[in-house]
């Protein structure tokens, strides 16, 4: 059995965003607003990957299922998140526990979050979010489309 643990998420798994409705609000759970240190991409496919790094802060959220659908839960997010088990080859994200800051108050615990694995190719191919924030990044982009037409 896996260790229960928050799951700290910052892209489309957040409220307002498709894969939330698909694979976070059919099971009971609750939502915190959170940070954790690392930098933030993102990639043509429409969606982000999360860096390690000491110097950056990355916004989203600690999402906590309930005990009863924890393993179910998980089991879609590994599978969304192209997650098979530690150090397979075929991962694109690595499923690692790290401490996890909650906001507001900033107490730290551990959740487990998804790291991206191709740190070079993300840094070459993707865009760069300086503010660590990919929903306010998203709505901005779509903001200034709209604008642009």
Not at 23 to 43: D, E, M, S
Not at 117 to 137: H, L, N
Request: proline share 7%.
């Amino acid at each position: 059995m896996t260790r229960i643990l928050p799951v700290f998420v910052y892209g489309s798994l957040l409220p307002g965003f498709g894969n939330h409705n698909r694979y976070v609000k059919p099971y009971p759970h609750t939502l915190q607003p959170a940070i954790v240190r690392g930098h933030l991409y993102h990639f043509s496919a429409g969606y982000p990957g999360l860096l390690r790094g000491e110097s950056g802060t990355v916004k989203g959220a600690l999402l906590t299922f309930s005990k009863d659908v924890y393993e179910e839960a998980l089991a879609g997010l590994d599978e969304l998140e192209d997650y098979f088990g530690p150090g397979d080859p075929r991962n694109e994200y690595e499923r690692v526990e790290e401490s996890v800051m909650k906001m507001p108050g900033g107490e730290e615990i551990r959740a487990f979050l998804y790291r991206y694995v191709k740190e070079d190719w993300a840094r070459r191919e993707g865009i760069y979010i300086p503010s660590g924030d990919w929903a306010g990044f998203i709505k901005d982009r779509q903001r200034d489309s709209r604008q642009g037409e």
